[in-house]
């Protein structure tokens, strides 16, 4: 299989985390949690190459100091995720045709399994794209405005969406600006191309790839990073 290139949404402010800066510019274990990210896609045999989207503005990426043999381009994304996300597909390198399969990885998500990456592309490749996620294990409550619970939700066929994602680059573009015509925002890519019409297969992945949301969860990552290699 022809290697995939990654699009990496990293122009988030991380105002779940607080402080000054971006959450991918912080340290997780010395190095700056974006630097965990990309190592570790760059480190995938079926990746040939990242392209990082990074906020307008960002004066911190020249200093991440990514090494390796992979290419790495940059694109600047916009105000949501998703708006990003299409800031970079559209900022692919010619060679990547619109019938190409890209990933997409969240860059706060550092502790992605390499055996998860493979088994998304060679599962994905065959369903038309997918993502990883994993089913429910928790009793699912509806709460109301008054914080109590009035309701338990079937748990049966939820499962929570994780990242990479991948589809087919002209598809997804397509879904992404369908979405934005219509004003909708999409959380992950495979709403919006379940909005046009496309069933994403969900490939079972890890639960620790987590995504650093939470200033808590920098050290729920650094004790995940070395065991989830
Ligand atoms: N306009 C945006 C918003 C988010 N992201 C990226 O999408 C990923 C997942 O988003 P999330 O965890 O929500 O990050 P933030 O938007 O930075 O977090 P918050 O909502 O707390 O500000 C992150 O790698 C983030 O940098 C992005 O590229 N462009
Ligand atoms: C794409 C995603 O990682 C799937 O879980 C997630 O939705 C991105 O984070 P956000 O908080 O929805 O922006």
Known sequence: MAPLWCVVPAAGRGTRVGGDLPKQ???????????HTLDRLAAHPLIAGLMVVLG???????????????PVLTAIG?????DSVLAGLNAL???VGEDAF???HDAARPCVREADITRLIERGVLAGGGLLGAPLRDTLKRAGADGRSHE?????????????????????SQALRAASAAGVTVSDEAMAMERVGFSPLLVEGAEDNIKVTT?????????LLPRTK
């Open 25 to 35: 510019y912080l340290p997780l274990a010395g190095r700056p949690l974006i630097l």
């Open 56 to 70: 307008a503005g960002d004066e911190l990426w020249p200093s991440v100091g990514l090494l390796g043999s992979k």
């Open 78 to 82: 916009g105000a949501e995720r998703c």
């Open 93 to 95: 390198p010619s060679g």
């Open 102 to 104: 890209v990933l997409v």
């Open 152 to 172: 338990t939700e079937p748990r049966d066929h939820r499962w929570r969406a994780f990242t990479p994602q991948m589809f087919r680059r002209g598809d997804l």
């Open 215 to 223: 200033a808590a969860d920098f050290a729920l990552a650094e004790f």
